[in-house]
């Protein structure tokens, strides 16, 4: 398809009767393209945005992906993506969330052993996995995706710093392969859901050590009130001494006390 413009003149007699037409035709090709260009460019980093934002309003991601993947389908032409969970022991990945796989093709694509099928390839080698035509590969990985009707498919690795949190992969059930903006913009979107899963992991972790350190302070006021102990905290940076209500009973207080040293 090639881009123009049609210009027509038309001188008219006195009799009000067409003389002559003239036509200018300017050829707009690149005009047109760099501005279909531009504004695809523009659409895809509006969707950068939206999916940072969605991201960063939710602890788990799990929670966003199936909107994130409605915005992909419509920018890329997605059929179907399945997001992965490295195992807490290690011993490979879990699904977490999908779109657009048919049931009788879930199972054998909820868990994968590292360099088991095409996701568990790229969880394993660490690199992304990108197929074409994918219906006419003879490679045993890509059977279970031949399954779903797949016919392109992208899995990306979720990685932060050393850390390996998982993998994203799209596919496409029609076209036979992705452009490369398109593998640009999985890529960057992997990056974000990479980083929301580490901040989720973090977020996981203060939390269970907030409860961790909560458990031990009870327990070790139930220990102390039991056996009657008295204690005391010194905070060095203001120098004050706060001690239990034991402690100041003990001392001939009526209950919990604050000095300064």
């Not at 989720?200 to 939390?207: A, K, N, P, S, V």
Request: charged share 25%; with cysteine.
């Amino acid at each position: 398809t090639i881009w123009v413009m049609v210009t027509l003149s038309i001188q008219w007699d006195a009799g009000g009767r067409i003389q002559s037409l003239i036509g200018v035709i300017e050829d707009i090709d690149a005009r047109k393209r760099a501005e279909l260009d531009l504004r695809t460019h523009t659409g895809r980093q509006q969707l950068l945005s939206k999916t940072m934002d969605q991201l960063l309003r939710v602890d788990d991601p799990a929670e966003v992906m199936q909107d994130i993947f409605s915005s992909l389908r419509a920018s890329v032409g997605l059929d179907s993506f399945l997001d992965y969970d490295v195992m807490p022991d290690n011993s490979g990945i879990r699904m977490t969330s999908w779109a657009g796989i048919p049931d009788d093709a879930l199972e054998p694509l909820m868990f994968l052993k590292f360099g088991q099928a095409l996701c568990g390839t790229s969880a394993a080698s660490r690199k992304p996995v990108i197929v074409e035509r994918l219906q006419g590969s003879s490679d045993p990985r890509a059977s279970r995706m031949q399954a779903v009707g797949s016919t392109a498919y992208a899995c990306f690795p979720l990685i932060v710093g050393e850390k390996l949190l998982g993998t994203l992969a799209s596919a496409r059930n029609s076209r036979p392969s992705f452009g490369p903006e398109d593998l640009e913009l999985l890529e960057s979107v992997t990056n974000y859901v990479a980083m929301a899963k580490e901040r989720r992991r973090l977020l996981q972790e203060t939390r269970l050590r907030a409860e961790q350190v909560a458990e031990q302070e009870e327990r070790l006021r139930f220990a102390t009130d039991g056996a009657g102990m008295g204690t005391w905290d010194v905070d060095l940076r203001t120098e004050r001494v706060v001690w239990n209500r034991q402690n100041a009973l003990l001392l001939g207080y009526d209950s919990e006390i604050r000095v300064t040293m």
